[in-house]
Antibody, heavy 118, light 110 residues
């Protein structure tokens, strides 16, 4: 059974940093591309970042490029999102999602809240 | 800047049919954008409904169907039920590893 569990969220001051983790079980990260998607309070979904199954492609939304870094540890089957230079506009629930092929987000975590506030 | 457009809201009667659309301000949506659709209720993660334009995800009832209508992707709910009342999001693959979500459509069943 595929399961994704996010952790590492919380309250951080503007300009600060945070690292989110997504622990995957029931499948291997080397066989699935992985995404981070976020949702600001009361707003819609926003795609944030992708790491391809073979690690050959990493891409970011313009809104986070240069500040966020997606990575993974295949030995731990974990996905990460390092977030730097955070602003209030980054306040959101962050979801990790798998993409086993056919251009879709097939499994989703429950999400983790990140609040950027002084 | 790429903008993916969706109707902000739709209302449908129980048993009725509603078609939600997903467009682009700068181009026509085709199968090459691999449109997919997601359903979300408050406090829950999204649920995958349709991918690659018209392929239903595992376990999704056949009252949900995807297509291309004119220059937009479309999600049709046939025989709407009370628990279809949700937010619906489309997402398009723009190439180069970049994805863009639409703003979402709030569907009310009443």
């Amino acid at each position: 059974q595929v399961q994704l569990v996010e952790s590492g969220g919380g309250v951080v001051q503007p300009g600060g940093s945070l690292r989110l983790s997504c622990s995957a079980s029931g499948f291997s990260l080397i066989r699935s591309s992985m995404h981070w998607v976020r949702q600001a309070p009361g707003k819609g979904l926003e795609w944030v970042a992708l790491i391809a199954s073979d690690g050959s492609r990493i891409s970011y939304a313009d809104s986070v490029k240069g500040r966020f870094t997606i990575s993974r540890d295949t030995s731990k089957n974990e996905l990460y999102l390092r977030m730097n230079s955070l602003t209030a506009e980054d306040t959101a629930v962050y979801f990790c999602a798998s993409d086993s092929g056919n251009y879709k987000f097939d499994s989703w975590g429950q999400g983790i809240l990140v609040t950027v506030s002084s | 800047q790429t903008v993916v457009t969706q109707e902000p809201s739709f209302s449908v009667s129980p048993g009725g049919t509603v078609t939600l659309t997903c467009g682009l301000t700068s181009a026509s949506v085709s199968t090459s954008f691999y449109p997919s659709w997601y359903q979300q209720t408050p406090g829950q993660p999204p649920r995958t409904l349709v991918y690659s334009t018209n392929r239903r995800f595992s376990g999704v009832p056949d009252r949900f169907s995807g297509s291309i209508l004119g220059n937009k992707a479309a999600l049709t709910i046939t025989g709407a039920q009370a628990d279809d009342e949700s937010d619906y999001y489309c997402v398009l693959y723009m190439g180069g590893g970049i994805w863009v979500f639409g703003g979402g459509t709030k569907v009310t069943v009443l």
